[in-house]
């Protein structure tokens, strides 16, 4: 039978709090990005969510998405802004689980130090998705170079992934390893308890903060200027129908 302990295990335990951590660390920088973009961005400007939004809109087979649009409106939108969300805090967790296989291969060295390291190459690597890949497909232009709004997008998105590194740093910050953790003392244990509590109620407020605002985003036009989306929806509607009108 093998020992619960063992390497293999510990390992594994490890990644799955790493995940963990860059989900929650994800929620946080979603949190507040969301949380500028309703009180003070400047007008015209999206989030990242809505950046991805249109960047996905764009992906979307013509037929589909002039469907979606044309017969379920804005409920269509608003699902896949709900679909983007969830798929930012997957993604955090999918880079907290890179920067964890880091630290476990001992690659950026050993303590706070090579966590730190760790969360900041893999925050460069989302920082170069989100300007080198979703900006281009949302018709920003490479790192926002055809945007009149560049310098704040730029800003957001080295803003965004700052903010996941640091919060997957702390969050992950807890001392030895998980084998270590099962000889603790009785009062460590449950002093961490308490610690996986917190975050527990953590990761409900930040969530509810997020659904908050991602539906104020939705609903008022005023708060959440979604003219980008709007085009994208148009225009690809408009290619929907004409494709349509063409095979007839």
Request: aromatic share 8%.
């Amino acid at each position: 039978m093998q020992n619960p302990d063992s390497p293999p295990v510990t390992v594994s335990r490890r990644l799955q709090a790493s995940g963990r951590n860059g989900a929650l660390a994800a929620l946080f920088a979603l949190f507040l990005d969301l949380l500028w973009r309703v009180a003070a961005a400047p007008a015209g400007v999206p989030s990242i969510p809505e950046t991805v939004v249109t960047a996905v809109a764009r992906l979307t087979p013509t037929a589909i998405f002039g469907w979606a649009t044309e017969n379920l409106g804005s409920l269509a939108q608003n699902s896949l802004f709900a679909a983007v969300l969830i798929g930012i805090v997957a993604a955090g967790a999918w880079a907290g689980n890179i920067a964890g296989l880091a630290i476990a291969s001992r690659r950026f060295g050993v303590g706070r130090n090579g966590r730190l390291l760790a969360a900041i190459a893999v925050g460069a690597v989302l920082f170069l998705v989100v300007t080198a890949g979703v900006f281009p497909l949302a018709r920003e232009g490479f790192f926002a170079a055809g945007s009149a709004n560049r310098g704040i997008l730029l800003a957001q998105a080295v803003f965004f992934a700052a903010l996941w590194a640091l919060a997957w740093v702390a969050l992950d910050a807890s001392p030895g390893t998980v084998a270590a953790i099962g000889k603790q003392t009785g009062q460590t244990a449950e002093n961490m308890s308490r610690r996986s509590a917190l975050r527990n109620v953590a990761a409900a407020g930040l969530t509810a903060g997020v659904a908050f605002l991602g539906w104020r985003l939705a609903k008022s036009p005023v708060a959440g200027d979604t003219l980008a989306q709007r085009q994208a929806a148009a225009a690809i509607g408009s290619r929907a129908r004409l494709d349509e009108l063409t095979r007839t």
